[in-house]
């Protein structure tokens, strides 16, 4: 029996003791676990993950902290998930009111794990 993958241009037919298409396989799984990864969890210092909308710690069910993927739905850029997880305040650029007029916002992590409003910014 054989199972036929694809990795971008390339197709690979796998047959038994294939060993390219075992090496090819742990090295795109891999490659999607590192892009997953965003950041350490700052309530128990594992990984954080994206999931299919959101970030969580990949400690769970031990650890259940979660990030939210958008802020007023504004989708947040891996760089401010990571100044998120630091601790740090970050700014979310292109938000929009309910008349559709975009501005700028700095947000951080609050005492309970949300993402909070700090400020207006330019």
């Not at 690979?12 to 060993?19: C, S």
């Not at 090295?27 to 969890?41: D, E, I, N, P, Y």
């Not at 069910?61 to 850029?77: I, V």
């Not at 009111?97 to 330019?122: C, H, L, M, R, T």
């Amino acid at each position: 029996m054989s199972r036929f993958f694809k990795f971008g241009k390339l197709h690979v037919t796998k047959g038994n003791g294939d060993k390219l298409l075992d090496i090819l396989l742990t090295a795109s799984k891999k490659l999607k676990r590192s892009r997953a990864l965003v950041g350490k969890c700052p309530k128990c210092g594992n990984n954080i993950v994206l999931k299919k909308s959101f970030y969580g710690c990949s400690n769970y069910p031990e650890c259940k902290f979660t990030l939210a993927e958008h802020f007023r739905k504004k989708k947040l850029t891996k760089t401010n998930v990571k100044e998120l997880l630091e601790g740090k305040e970050t700014l979310v650029k292109g938000i929009k009111n309910k008349e559709k007029k975009p501005y700028n916002a700095v947000v951080k992590i609050g005492e309970k794990g949300y993402i909070d409003f700090i400020s207006f910014s330019k």
